[in-house]
């Protein structure tokens, strides 16, 4: 009963729960709901952070071991940034007669949706240190539409 009493909406908002609903994008929800029901846990989830900086939209996709040449996708589709990749672990022990093999693989995804009147052909990536790193210039803003004052006559 002291769980009930004690929930907090501030704890419940920062949640990263398959089921919250205040996802950045209308595809958080849904990839979040795509992971839980694939099985997925920590250790094959591309984590991702999105943010504005110089006018400029990054998403930082953390994909350290993986050879960015063989193993990742970046695409762009009706407004939506896909990001995909491919790993595979393998380990091998000798000693004193006795061998041990290990692999671990899986696949990743995550999906995006972009701004509005993003230009797809302006959007770069690049790779650094375990990081994918995809960059898009912002659209320019549409300013407000002029107000124009109406004069109002007497009959």
């Known amino acids: 009963m002291n769980e009930i009493l004690s929930w907090s909406p501030r704890e419940s908002a920062a949640s990263s729960s398959p089921f919250d609903l205040l ?16 099985g997925e846990d920590e250790k094959t989830t591309m984590r991702v952070e999105e943010f504005v900086e110089d006018n ?3 998403v930082r996709a953390e994909l ?12 762009v589709a009706d407004g939506v940034l896909s990001i995909s990749a491919r790993r595979e672990d393998t380990s091998e022990t000798r ?8 692999f671990r693989y899986g696949s990743m995804l995550r999906r995006i949706a972009l701004p509005e ?12 240190d375990g990081i994918l790193e ?13 107000t124009t004052k109406v004069a109002i006559t007497r009959d």
Do not use: N
Not at 95 to 102: A, F, I, L, P, V
Not at 118 to 123: A, D, K, P, R
């Open 23 to 38: 996802s950045k994008s209308p595809f958080g929800m849904l990839d979040s709901l795509q992971r839980l029901f694939d």
């Open 56 to 58: 400029t939209l990054v």
């Open 64 to 75: 350290p071991g993986i050879d960015p040449d063989k193993d990742v996708e970046v695409s």
């Open 95 to 102: 000693s004193e007669g006795r061998y041990r093999s290990e």
């Open 117 to 128: 009147g993003v230009g797809e052909s302006e959007i770069k990536a690049s790779y650094k």
């Open 134 to 146: 995809v960059r898009s210039p912002m659209p320019a803003q549409k300013s407000a539409p002029e």
